[in-house]
């Protein structure tokens, strides 16, 4: 827990940038909630399963049960603040816009990169692992919208999902050619954002079927 | 398992109850299927998933696998039994409208309390644990509302997920003071009835967000 | 892991079958997907989901974690596989109508088999077995309908999760006489397919509620 073990190792880094990540997920479904006009309970219920539940999931899978948003209570509280913040702040929130879309955009780098990366630890497959970093990524936002009932955005928006993906795979790559880990997850997480940003305002999407 | 300890810890008296609340949950999913005109399967298999997968959801995320609805079959009994029921007297049920609501309200605050209890008996955070009651109460009904395509009444309806989380926070808070377990949970479940049955009387509902 | 092993132990063939399942499944979904118009990466992820998520639920409940999908990498391939197919092969596949509905309910059969024969291997109870293999079978499908945001198929079909559930119960029942294991896990796959072949050529459904 010295200062050189903090400098060179990332997972004594994240924990704070995680629970910014959270707060930020979780103020998008609190938001969302709110659009819905659900009340007070309902923002709150929310927002903290679509701030948890990417990570949860992934904990789950892993079977590092009790998962981490259980055991580690500045998560909960995290998330149960970015309700509130959703449910008093929402007309300021919206006002933002494209701040809340660079954040979330940072977050979803982020927990990719914190999934991937725990699973590597629990030593599952290199496939598995970037599939995994993906989901707690993604995971989260598709649980808010399976319980707001719509299709789940990551199915027809930019490239969402994909740039999950793409930081779980330069992990994954940096960890089976040993590459040092905080650069790699420095990189993973600015070429996740950057994608994300840059396919939001050019539009690009992914290409549909041939003849769909 | 003395008449002394069964008196004692409500962890022994817990399950004759809690098998009644699975029943009572099978049966608020089961007539909803009816209702939506599904077959004589789709009515069981959603008493099922409405009456389980709040405690389900509960042992899955503390660890406690295989969860209790697999390994003491009387849970599942009383769940099937209770999709049967739906099936074939849910002309009497819907009749009786509010001794079913009656019903559900105690085994809210039933599956609270025992989901509460189980998460401390697992050392997990006083915050996590109240959540985690909360969860195994309005679980079955998350479910069974995501699995029939409608948004999930807790988000709209009257205090219900509240009168869940008001049964975890008396546990918890007894829990945190070293209070004798029987009467705590005996008050928590009282409140949480009151709290579900007075809200849906006089129609009190959350607020809703400023503006929104 | 001689030869004779292979012949007598369902368990060493299972793998093999159990991918071609996986692959079919995942099928499914992705035509759904495309059908939806997703993105290629929304009918690739659909796909995994719907080939992964049923056998994922059963090593969650069972408490087997990491789940196989994650730990057997030839699984994820077969679901990853089944996705760019749909994705490029999709009015082939829709023109094949029958074949794909032969294969699917091959694999339901398969993979209630497996489900329940590794319920009951992790020493559940015989009812709690049948049912986890029933969730093998059908999880799937029902996790792709939710997140397409469908009711589930499985709730308005003809005998889809009854021939699931006929799968596992055979087994279960073999089980019970202690009857050899091959011979019982073919005859529930058959007695499956038959059961929903047959159903679906006439159409038959399980009946409604009375009165409903």
Chains 1, 2, 3 share one sequence.
């Not at 609190?30 to 219920?45: Q, S």
């Not at 008093?88 to 982020?110: C, S």
């Not at 089976?176 to 790699?184: C, D």
Request: aromatic share 8%.
């Amino acid at each position: 827990m010295t200062a050189a073990i903090a400098i060179t190792d990332p997972s004594l880094i994240l924990p704070v940038v995680d629970t910014l990540g959270i707060f930020v997920f979780g103020v998008t479904g609190g938001t969302v909630a709110v659009r819905h006009r659900l009340d007070m309970f309902g923002v709150v219920v929310l927002a903290m399963a679509t701030a948890l539940s990417g990570g949860v999931a992934r904990d789950v899978l892993l079977g590092a049960l009790p998962p981490a948003a259980l055991t580690q209570p500045h998560y909960l509280w995290a998330a149960l603040a970015s309700g509130f913040a959703a449910f008093f702040f929402h007309k300021q929130i919206e006002r933002l816009g494209k701040p809340v879309l660079v954040l979330d955009a940072m977050g979803l780098g982020l927990f990719a990169v914190a999934g991937c990366r725990k699973a590597l630890d629990f030593g599952v497959d290199p496939l598995a692992a970037a599939l995994l970093g993906m989901l707690t990524g993604v995971g989260g936002g598709i649980l808010r919208d399976v319980l707001i009932n719509e299709t789940p955005r990551i199915f027809s928006e930019e490239l969402y999902a994909s740039a999950a993906l793409l930081a779980s795979v330069i992990v994954v790559v940096g960890h089976l050619y040993g590459a040092p880990g905080a650069p790699v997850s420095a990189l993973a997480i600015i070429a996740a954002f950057l994608l994300r940003i840059v396919s939001w305002r050019r539009g690009w999407r992914a290409p549909r079927a041939p003849g769909s």
